[in-house]
């Protein structure tokens, strides 16, 4: 095999090793992303009767079923209580309270997919969540 056609072979052999790590590594990310949905900042709207009021959410999933975090946009900043998440279907159960307060204030039902949460509202205030989740910062 003649010089050149060596640095061709290795640099192509080189090329694929890279391409391949990148490759994997891409892979991994993409399924990190898809393994949870769920944590992060949360913002959008809570509807009840006519009144509209903005909410943010930040959120924290344990991989499982738990869901904690905290709220704001209310009267109060609060938390939650309770919350599930089923990564399979996109169901999405919060119970919300003020903070230092063990009481449940407000129930969001719903579902989440494609970065988006939406569905019912009750407890204090009956109406319905809409949600959409922040981009993760790079």
């Not at 790590?21 to 769920?38: N, V």
């Not at 209580?81 to 399979?88: A, E, I, L, V, Y």
Request: glycine letters at 12%; aromatic letters at 6%; proline letters at 5%.
């Amino acid at each position: 095999m003649s010089k050149p056609q060596t640095i061709f072979s290795r640099l192509v052999a080189m090329m694929t090793v890279v391409a391949l790590a990148a490759g994997t590594s891409l892979g991994a990310q993409s399924r990190a992303a898809k393994a949870d949905p769920l944590s992060g900042t949360w913002t959008g709207e809570l509807t009840a009767g006519e009144r509209n009021r903005s909410i943010t959410l930040v959120l924290k999933f344990d991989g499982k079923t738990k869901v904690t975090g905290t709220f704001k946009g209310m009267p109060n900043p609060g938390d939650v209580k309770s919350g599930t998440f089923d990564p399979k279907t996109g169901a999405l159960k919060l119970d919300l309270g003020i903070e230092g307060d063990s009481a449940v204030r407000l129930t969001f039902e719903g579902t989440v997919a494609w970065d988006k949460a939406s569905g019912r509202v009750s407890g204090e205030a009956a109406g319905e969540f809409k949600l959409s989740k922040a981009p993760k910062p790079k």
